[in-house]
């Protein structure tokens, strides 16, 4: 991983990780120093970035006034937080649907899910207005296609977790409306934390939807799955985000010297 360095008013590297880890343990980057790497929506101080690195770090000396880093004068690449709001994200869903249904339809074949639906629709046709049958052909074509049921349930879940924490940060549909899927921190996510963003979903639709509704009332424009995942739902690609971030000029790697 590349990491950008912010101090008084400048920026420096590219700088590899290990690099930063290294002159943070020696001193010669301070804990107030800015940085930023891909994936992150604004810059921030060393010591939140790599807290790890700064237990093995020196005593941090008392900066003179021409030692002193400012970061209220840094010119950094800072974003403004954009999240993506509750019908937005619900024509994304609308969009997927769709895209889904394709994949669906076509396991319906080896599954004989068309010859199902036919003898569920003549079980309910002969039960006429008699409600506990119908209910007995609903339960019996459920129980005998719970295959079927598992296998698009499994389908969809690795659909959305691949697509969020792939390079797109987003479904198709989040994609197609200029969206993406980040951490708290604004960066690409990973395929656990995508999966149990999905799980999060399916204990949203088992409280009746309400979950989901919490996208239209919080702050952050979360729902319930992002909360349990610690996700975020932004506008703007992930592709158009990074290509927009400003590259600062190539320094000298052997040690950090601003």
Not at 224 to 239: I, P, Y
Request: glycine residues 8%.
């Amino acid at each position: 991983m590349e990491v950008w360095i912010g101090r008084q008013g400048e920026r420096h590297g590219p700088y590899q990780e290990e690099q930063v880890r290294e002159w943070l343990g020696n001193g010669q980057l301070s804990r107030d120093d800015l940085g930023w790497y891909d994936g992150l929506a604004d810059w921030q101080p060393l010591s939140v970035l790599f807290a790890d690195a700064l237990a093995k770090a020196p005593p941090p000396f008392a900066p003179t006034a021409s030692t002193a880093p400012a970061p209220s004068s840094f010119s950094a690449p800072t974003r403004t937080i954009s999240y993506a709001g509750f019908w937005k994200r619900v024509l994304a869903y609308l969009i997927d649907a769709f895209v889904l249904y394709f994949p669906f339809a076509l396991l319906e074949i080896p599954f004989g899910m068309r010859a199902a639906y036919d003898t569920l629709n003549g079980k309910v046709l002969a039960a006429g207005t008699d409600m506990q049958a119908a209910l007995t052909a609903y339960q019996h074509f459920y129980v005998e296609q719970w295959p079927y049921f598992l296998t698009t349930l499994v389908v969809g879940w690795l659909y959305f977790a691949a697509c969020e924490s792939s390079a797109w940060q987003a479904s198709v549909g989040k994609l197609a409306l200029g969206m993406r899927v980040t951490d708290l921190n604004g960066a690409r996510i990973s395929f656990a934390r995508a999966l149990g963003r999905y799980g999060g979903k399916l204990i949203s639709a088992f409280i009746f939807c309400i979950g989901f509704l919490l996208v239209a009332f919080t702050q952050r424009k979360q729902g319930l799955h992002d909360m349990l995942a610690s996700t975020l739902v932004l506008n703007g690609r992930a592709s158009d985000v990074n290509r927009n971030t400003s590259a600062p000029t190539q320094n000298d790697k052997a040690s950090f010297n601003a």
